[in-house]
């Protein structure tokens, strides 16, 4: 087939446990398609890989290494921080990937990642069309925030879910051994900016047979200093100690971060810390109680050690359905996770226009935060539950967790422009 | 057997994640004996249960529940940070503990802590013998921070081990993704004020098929910024990338905790923060790198979920040799895991009077550090690496390890005396 187009794939934003799983589904799908599909180049760091034409032969690396990637957490490729600019502001750096594209007989572009790279992705197949090269445009959804709209979650949701759920479960049974002479409350401040979901999964760590004491403080609820001591005052009163789980976007009546409490040093420097210690700190001050808190930052996401097997399978289906609809002639969409029942659980792959999914965040519905702003509710919980079943273990050697470093070999540059990236 | 005598035992000081798999092979092991040792009462909240008569009675625990402590992080019945003072200055507490001991027919004392513990194991030792109360007094090694004497290791350390160098390894991969546009530094603050084994750890998350730019910075090497800095600016300038693993117990040229910054909010309180902030503010400051920190706190001693197989079996031989050991008529002895060979790693269990264990502590030896102080060396990581290794997976329902809570049946007070413990 003379004609036979070959497929870019670039990983965006915050990488997670689960995204190389994707790119793992995406590649071997490609593979099984050698007669329809050339080859798959990945952008070195995401899309600058592709304005720099800096590509990566992923047909390079071995059928094992490839199959590697769904157990190894990270983006294999390399991801970026970088947002397109609008067509209008910087049409250079799309008539660029055009060219770029050109250049390497590039037909397909999955584009692996949140909200800004949905949009990424549906400008790039609006200009395709525009400027007369025909590209098809397929995004694979992820994302540690869960907050893509129509999918029913996103890969990366579940395995951290799993881990902090874990985490705090494992910490309140320390805190609970602990409180009679020491430690009475554990603060662990979790990732999510703008929406509760990470924050939510902290509530998963108590169950009708593990009853565990958990206070949790949600982005989407402003904090009140005065009711929060109330609830952590009851629930020490009760169990004698108790966990407290904090978003990162908490914010106090001014709308201000809590986390940005104006920190300075002996010199008078502004330091910047975590939500965690001001939090900590605030019980010490209001109800003197003895505290450690943990931050868990990028040991979250990135801790595929502890995965959910169905968010692994779900990212390595996102990969492979992305690779289907291409070859089914499809353009400016992403495959989706459709729940089919939640007991047991069951769900299907389903597929989204991009232009119902860009620049739309999907928040924790009202209904999923308990009335006193710091439980999750039943409906919530039955909406988390299957999202962190199920365990998928890496291969161990010599006590830890083996993860594939690809080879990452470029592609012969074939233009003789250089682009800079801004 | 009219005159078989009942144990005590207690859990002492900072919990681990597999203390209960020290408590399971002690309580397996005295019911597999029940013809030559009675009941095995546990000390609520450790010692103090035994001050204050709040014994449990663990014969009332199911066999499947017993067992499940195998599995199970924390202190199933309850740790105390509590050291017994010396015979001259409180008498009265070891007077009390014999009446306990006494009213309860118990003559074995088993105590599973570090080495605060060991050392009121040896004192309740020799004060059985001067009251004319016999009771052979065993103590249990448990210490995340592997410090106690003679045992080539400490039950508790190697998960702790196994959890940082995964949990060092999967940030690792996660910094190099994003360090082309975004974070170059990752920080993670670690346990072990006095003695860097657990900052050790971080330095096995690199190896030969896997190498990663890793900077630790030891409680025994003094802080030396700039040294420390173009330490840093060297990793990022070959990789791309470093991650730091930093001891809480890092202390400034002027004997001060790297800690204890004096940090002040906008309202001129004194707050407490962790290490990581600070050393990765001084980071931005210096190198102005862009920069991620975590601490890992609980979340690192409570980790069973990610348990090294070779810590939690020789946890469990700890607690049966300690039956073993008592019912051969020892006294103020401690099991021990003797070392007989690195690679393939083979122990066994030896023992140790208590009077060469109570109150040493045992450092890193020097040799352990690289000459830079940045490092491990090659001989640290032949006796790190055995200890890491093996998974023990607990049990999961619904996406969650299942860990065990007891019922903790208290037994009938005998005594009509209260005491306080203060």
């Not at 919530?380 to 967790?401: A, F, H, S, T, V």
Request: hydrophobic share 40%; net charge positive.
């Amino acid at each position: 087939m003379a004609n036979k187009k070959n497929a870019f794939y670039a990983q965006s934003g915050g990488v997670t446990a689960v995204i190389n799983a994707s790119a793992c589904g995406l590649i071997e799908t490609a593979r099984a398609n050698k007669d329809k599909i050339g080859k798959v180049y990945a952008g070195r760091n995401g899309i600058i890989g592709a304005l720099t034409e800096d590509l990566i032969d992923t047909s390079k690396e071995s059928k094992k290494d490839i199959a590697a990637l769904r157990h190894t957490p990270s983006g294999a490729f390399g991801s970026c921080r970088y947002k397109l600019k609008s067509v209008e502001e910087n049409r250079r750096e799309y008539e660029r990937l055009i060219e770029v594209f050109e250049a390497h007989n590039i037909g397909y572009f999955f584009y692996n990642g949140g909200g800004d790279s949905a949009d990424t992705c549906l400008k790039v197949s609006q200009l395709s069309k525009k400027m007369g090269y025909p590209i098809q445009a397929i995004h694979v959804p992820k994302t540690v925030d869960n907050d893509l709209p129509i999918t029913d979650n996103c890969p990366g949701f579940g395995s951290v879910a799993k881990y902090i759920a874990t985490s705090v479960r494992e910490a309140s049974f320390d805190v609970r051994s602990m409180a009679k002479t020491s430690t009475k409350v554990f603060v662990v401040e979790v990732m999510g900016r703008h929406a509760g979901w990470i924050a939510a999964a902290g509530g998963l760590a108590t169950t009708e047979d593990t009853d565990l004491p958990i206070v949790i403080l949600f982005p989407e609820v402003i904090f009140d200093r005065a009711k929060f001591m109330a609830k952590v005052k009851e629930k020490v009163d009760q169990y004698g100690y108790v966990s407290v789980v904090v978003s990162e976007g908490v914010k106090d009546p001014e709308g201000k971060f809590l986390a940005d409490q104006g920190l300075m040093d002996a010199f008078g420097h502004a330091q910047l810390g975590g939500v965690a210690p001001v939090v900590a700190n605030m019980i010490r001050e209001d109800l003197g109680l003895k505290y450690h808190w943990a931050v868990a930052d990028y040991l979250q996401r990135a801790a595929r050690h502890i995965a959910s097997k169905n968010d692994v399978e779900q990212a390595y289906a996102m990969g492979k359905a992305a690779v289907e609809l291409a070859l089914k002639g499809k353009n400016s969409v992403m495959p989706t996770v459709v729940r089919k029942k939640d007991s047991p659980y069951r769900w299907s792959v389903g597929e989204a226009p991009l232009s119902r999914v860009a620049n739309k965040e999907k928040m924790m519905p009202k209904s999923f935060i308990s009335r006193d702003g710091f439980d999750i509710t039943p409906k919530c919980r039955k909406y988390l539950e299957p999202l962190i079943k199920g365990e998928d273990y890496p291969p161990y050697k010599n006590g830890l967790p083996q993860y594939v470093m690809l080879k990452n070999v470029a592609v012969e540059k074939k233009l003789d422009t250089e682009f800079e990236v801004k």
